[in-house]
């Protein structure tokens, strides 16, 4: 799900990263109110930054207090939606990403809440939510390619997913993509 002409530059970066930060970030499914399996994102808020505007999973950086990245997603997911920790079970973790615009190698993980969340946003790092049912995330007509303009490329062609009206892109698409590549052994 990276743009090719991105994947060469991707590599690259990869390969000479230093001084690196780690992250760690939650693809939480849960029941919605209608007994449908749903994947949650966030919406990030508009900043100055590379990824202001963005859908994200509910995550961020590695802190001092954090026993591992696991940890890490649970403590951002608690912050920023309001999710206490023990009410999530650990499915699996994904692969690595390492992200050069903010200089993070993230680690995502799958989660799973057995009830359906009484969400609370984090206002200072969360514009919205975005409840997205399992059948969607499973739908090919949701990958589109779409093109954009960010903080650090102009009017680039990406690979992306088109969900109830957003667009999930990036690194995030990366995560999404390889989880729907994993739901598809199931469903």
């Known amino acids: 799900m ?3 002409l991105r994947i060469a530059e991707l590599r690259e970066a990869y390969n000479r990263r230093e001084n690196f930060r780690r ?3 939650m693809a939480l499914f849960y029941p ?3 007994r449908q399996t749903r994947l949650l994102f966030i919406i990030r808020n508009a900043y100055p930054g590379v990824h202001s505007g963005q859908i ?3 995550g961020g950086q590695q802190e001092g207090g954090d026993r591992d990245l696991w940890d890490t997603a649970l403590r951002e997911t608690q912050e ?5 920790p023990g009410l999530v079970r650990p499915i699996r973790p994904l692969s690595r990403v390492f992200i050069p615009p903010s200089n993070f190698e993230v ?3 799958m989660g799973y809440c057995g009830q359906t969340p ?3 946003r984090q206002q200072s790092e969360v514009a919205g939510l975005l409840e997205v049912p399992l059948a969607e995330i499973l739908d090919d007509a949701r990958l589109v390619t779409r093109r954009l303009t960010t903080s650090y490329a102009h009017d680039i062609e990406v690979p992306a997913f088109e969900l109830q009206g957003q667009i999930v892109w990036g690194a995030t698409a990366m995560m999404l993509n390889e989880i729907k590549t994993l739901l598809r052994e199931f469903f």
């Open 2 to 4: 990276a743009p090719e």
């Open 23 to 25: 992250a760690g970030v």
């Open 32 to 34: 919605g109110a209608d």
């Open 56 to 58: 994200a999973f509910p």
């Open 80 to 84: 920023e939606v309001g999710v206490p």
């Open 107 to 109: 680690s995502p993980f």
């Open 118 to 120: 009484s969400f609370r």
